[in-house]
Structure formats: C-alpha cells, structure tokens
C-alpha cells in the first residue's frame, strides 16, 4: 500500500502517489490509498500508475473522498487475472458503515473500473466526478477488462435481501470500453440524478437480479 489509513478524522491533501508495485503473484492486488478509518477527508489526491487500485475504501463511515483523481492504474500480477482490480476507485464499507461520499472526483485509463462499489454493503453516494476511458492498459488504447466507468454495487452476481441503494447524481462517463453506468445485477434499484453517458460500450446497463438470482432489466 501507498498509503494505509486506519486512524480517524484524519486529512490527507495534495499528495501525488505513484508507482506501488506488485511484487509478486500472492497478493491479490496493491493499492494507492487503503483506508478503513471514519470521519477521514481525502482531497486532492493525483494517484496513479499503480499496480492495482488506486483509491481502496475497504470500510469506515462518514468518509469523503474530495476532488481527487486516480488513473492509468494497472495490476498484472492480480491472482484472478492480470487487469482484474485496477479501479480507480473502490467503495467496499462494510455493514453499518454509512455516510461515505465520493464528491468531485475523475477516474481514467484504468484497467478495469472507474469507481467500483460491488462490495459496498452500506450506501455510498458518488457526485459531481467523471469515469471516461476505463478498461485499457496504461497506453489508453490495449484493452484490459471490465471497463465500466461507475459500477454501482452489486455483490459479485449474488442476490441480497439486505442490500442498500446507492446514489450516483451529477456524473459524467465517456469513451469506457464497457458500460458507462453499470448496475452489475444489483438487487434492487438505485438512485441515478442528472447523470450524462455517451460512446460507451453501453450508456446505461441497468441489469439488476431477482431473488432466484436470475438476471433482470
């Protein structure tokens, strides 16, 4: 990890960070910023060129994740695959964990996704911020893997009756090599304001799943 933030109402601002690698095939990724505290602020932030995801919130509540830009990040020593986790963004807290906002921030060239909540189990609210270009290695034009630039939830395919809504409003997605918003079969709707999505693989893929686990629209 770049940087490992466990503690609270911290602020981290204007640091530029590249460069974490892989150093192996054991790890399942690397990470720019991996944070687990609450009440933290992240502004500013240009992360990119790492061997995984850039920005990793693996859990805390009442996080914001400000103005802040994570892109060309490539993981190819992932062990379920080389490309498979380097998001730009990920929102993962865990149960109970709420108040978490990405506000104002931009997502590109990555290998895999823009912002990826598919193991958010509290709402997260993604505002004012961009996803364009996701889904290519590094030289912006190889393609990689997923390539969706907002991929809202989703719990890896598997239906939840506990699931929560997530709120994206004010967003912009262009030129991913997938979907521009991606509902990546969650199981029930969640809230999109305002959004704009053009020359994706897909503007707006809303699939979501059933309580069989079958997929719907």
Do not use: C
């Not at 990724?29 to 992360?47: A, K």
């Not at 509902?183 to 959004?195: G, V």
Request: without cysteine; glycine residues 14%.
């Amino acid at each position: 990890k770049g940087f490992h933030v466990s503690a609270d109402w911290v602020h981290l601002q204007g640091f530029e960070i590249r460069g974490v690698p892989q150093n192996n095939h054991l790890n399942h990724e690397n990470w720019g910023v991996w944070t687990t505290g609450s009440h933290d602020i992240f502004e500013q932030l240009d992360i990119h060129h790492i061997m995984g995801a850039g920005f990793f919130l693996n859990n805390g509540a009442y996080n914001l994740i400000l103005n802040s830009d994570s892109h060309h990040n490539y993981d190819p020593r992932t062990s379920n695959g080389a490309g498979e986790s380097g998001d730009g963004f990920g929102g993962h807290p865990k149960v109970g964990m709420p108040g978490n906002v990405f506000r104002g921030d931009r997502a590109w060239t990555n290998s895999d996704d823009g912002f990826d909540l598919i193991n958010a189990w509290s709402s997260v609210l993604i505002e004012n911020s961009w996803a364009w270009n996701n889904g290519y290695l590094p030289d912006g034009v190889t393609p990689s893997k997923n390539g969706n630039g907002f991929k809202m939830g989703g719990y890896g395919g598997r239906y939840d009756a506990t699931a929560v809504t997530h709120t994206l409003h004010n967003a912009v997605a262009f030129n991913n090599r997938a979907s521009g918003v991606y509902a990546n079969h969650h199981p029930l709707s969640n809230d999109y304001f305002n959004n704009t999505s053009f020359n994706n693989g897909a503007n707006f893929n809303m699939l979501g799943i059933d309580k069989d686990g079958k997929p719907i629209q």
